[in-house]
């Protein structure tokens, strides 16, 4: 593939990633059409963050693979269902001609583990090799919109954005050198055709991998969200069409990448912990992101009883005045024979 040296551009299309079919065939979700503006309000601070959760994904992508770094290939990535940005922005950030540093901060709501952090680049790492470009993609077009203002203001010049459904992908068959999806194949309607889909677009010798949430019973705010959003609003995961939990049985989420095509399939899976201030609202980013809009309908009087019931719950997981909440999730990969 050309190297490409423009700003990016609202929506723009990557010449090289010819549409091979017409874009998204099913009306964007409803559900993420509403959450637009939350995920919007909260990218720029949840960005610090963003790079210690992308960091295993990237990994598990193998961009730096001995094929890779030795043929000193440009390598064209698809990054699905990228909401506002990631891991879309990390993955152009480490193939940018020009490496930008990675983003540091502290871990504020999503949480960081001693298994995840690690030192920056060296000067030996063969990611610093690495050139390419990333088209990022979402069905929204809203989300689209969000994440190429944002890549504008970062100034992102490897960087297109195209909205797309990810079970029905405007691309023509094995083009992309890498694919990554972030907490996304789970929402869509038919995950099974979104993971044909990917293996399709997928070059020979590619890899993709999938970031999918472990069980709800070891993800306790979303258990605790889920109890009090039920007990106050009436509203839970299913009546917001949000199918967190989908791909949270291992085993059988490698077993649904082999049924799409894929081979050296490897799941792995992560538990960090974050250390957030105990007087921290620390929910409050993933509560708005999944249920903005029945939160901007709620009284007042109700929105401080979910603050409150929802502090309460948590707050046997406080130690040293820090709330210390385990998370878990998969990273789901595989590749595509020769
Ligand atoms: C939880 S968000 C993840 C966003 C981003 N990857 C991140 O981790 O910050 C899920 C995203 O999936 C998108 N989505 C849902 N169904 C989709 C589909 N069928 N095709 C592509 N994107 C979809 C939504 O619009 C939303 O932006």
């Not at 699905?80 to 950030?93: K, N, T, W, Y």
């Amino acid at each position: 593939m050309p190297a490409r040296s423009r700003p990016a551009q609202p929506a723009a299309i990557a010449a090289e990633a010819v549409p091979a079919k017409p874009a998204s065939p099913s009306a964007p979700s409803e559900t993420w059409h509403q959450l637009s503006d939350d995920w919007m309000n909260w990218a720029d601070r949840l960005a610090p963050q963003a790079e210690k959760i992308n960091r295993p994904l990237i990994d598990a992508l193998n961009l730096t693979s001995p094929a890779n770094t030795a043929a000193r290939h440009h390598l064209l990535v698809l990054d699905l269902a990228s909401g506002v940005g990631e891991p879309a922005f990390g993955i152009a950030r480490l193939l940018a001609r020009h490496k930008t540093d990675a983003r540091g901060g502290d871990n504020g709501g999503c949480g960081s583990s001693d298994d995840e952090d690690g030192e920056h680049a060296s000067e030996n790492d063969p990611a610093k090799a690495l050139t390419g470009h990333v088209i990022a993609s979402d069905i929204v077009p809203a989300m689209c919109a969000g994440l190429a203002q944002r890549a504008q203001a970062e100034q992102l010049a490897n960087l297109d954005v195209i909205a797309a459904d990810m079970q029905a992908l405007p691309f023509a068959n094995d083009i992309f050198n890498a694919i990554s999806c972030r907490f996304g194949v789970m929402f869509c309607p038919r995950p099974d055709l979104a993971l044909r889909e990917s293996y399709r677009v997928l070059a020979p010798s590619g890899r993709a991998a999938f970031m999918v949430w472990g069980p709800i019973g070891d993800n306790p705010l979303f258990s605790v969200m889920q109890d009090v959003l039920q007990s106050i609003l009436g509203v839970g995961f299913d009546q917001a069409g949000l199918n967190l939990f989908d791909f949270a049985d291992v085993n059988a989420s490698a077993s649904r990448m082999g049924k799409a095509g894929f081979d050296d399939i490897v799941v792995t899976s992560h538990r960090p912990c974050g250390r957030i201030p105990h007087n921290s609202a620390f929910w409050r980013p993933q509560m708005e992101m999944l249920f903005g809009p029945q939160l901007r309908n709620a009284s007042p009087a109700a929105r401080d009883a979910i603050d409150a019931a929802i502090r309460t719950k948590l707050s046997h997981y406080i130690k040293d005045d820090h709330f210390r909440v385990p998370m878990c999730f998969h990273i789901i990969a595989g590749s595509k024979g020769n």
